[in-house]
T-cell receptor, first 113, second 112 residues
Framework: KQEVTQIPAALSVPEGENLVLNCSFT??????LQWFRQDPGKGLTSLLL?????REQTSGRLNASLDKSSGRSTLYIAASQPGDSATYLC????????????FGSGTQLTVLP | EAGVAQSPRYKIIEKRQSVAFWCNPI?????LYWYQQILGQGPKLLIQ????????DSQLPKDRFSAERLKGVDSTLKIQPAKLEDSAVYLC??????????FGPGTRLTVT
């Protein structure tokens, strides 16, 4: 059974810092990995999706990497801003017939002005 | 393109009462998912529909939860009777392919 772990559970940084969020998964047989942002009481906004054949994806100040063999992904946020404060979730989609996402518990990020 | 719509956005009920949530997926998306997200946890899949058929409902507490998707479009998730531990955000998602899901804003349920 796939398990997804995100460390740390919470992170507080001053504005302007670069930061890294971590995601690990136990089964490397994945089709893709996705990073989501969730604001309090809201739904999920997809940030980046990395196919299993890819090593990284970039969007603006965000860069996500994937090392399938070691079961790890990182989300790098450059020059953090207070507006980046949210919970960040990673989710993996398995290869094979069971196309169901398994989510981590998220990292709650607070960027202090 | 309109996103996934959900209503209501917030609901407060007492335990043992019933409640229903509605979801309208992105037009043309054949697959629809309902997730339960308890505070501090990641979303957990409750049920997956392909058109109006159930693909997976293995994690749906069928003694109190039910879901339907009429005509393969809108879907309703019902809880009857509600328990305190049902307090959560209920997320609906839809997908055109098996590879990427689009999420609605969620319904926050508080059971007192």
């Amino acid at each position: 059974k796939q398990e997804v772990t995100q460390i740390p559970a919470a992170l507080s940084v001053p504005e302007g810092e670069n930061l890294v969020l971590n995601c690990s998964f136990t089964d490397s047989a994945i089709y893709n990995l996705q990073w989501f942002r969730q604001d309090p009481g809201k739904g999920l906004t997809s940030l980046l999706l990395i196919q299993s054949s890819q090593r990284e994806q970039t969007s603006g100040r965000l860069n996500a990497s994937l090392d399938k063999s070691s079961g790890r992904s990182t989300l790098y946020i450059a020059a953090s801003q207070p507006g980046d404060s949210a919970t960040y979730l990673c989710a993996v989609l398995p290869s094979g017939s069971a196309r169901q996402l398994t989510f981590g518990s998220g990292t709650q990020l607070t960027v202090l002005p | 393109e309109a996103g996934v719509a959900q209503s209501p956005r917030y609901k407060i009920i007492e335990k043992r009462q019933s409640v229903a949530f509605w979801c309208n997926p992105i037009s043309g998306h054949a697959t629809l998912y309902w997730y339960q997200q308890i505070l501090g946890q990641g979303p957990k899949l409750l049920i997956q529909f392909q058109n109006n058929g159930v693909v997976d409902d293995s994690q749906l507490p069928k003694d109190r939860f039910s879901a339907e998707r009429l005509k393969g479009v809108d879907s309703t998730l019902k809880i009857q009777p509600a328990k305190l531990e049902d307090s959560a955000v209920y997320l609906c998602a839809s997908s055109l392919t098996a590879y990427e899901q689009y999420f609605g804003p969620g319904t926050r349920l508080t059971v007192t």
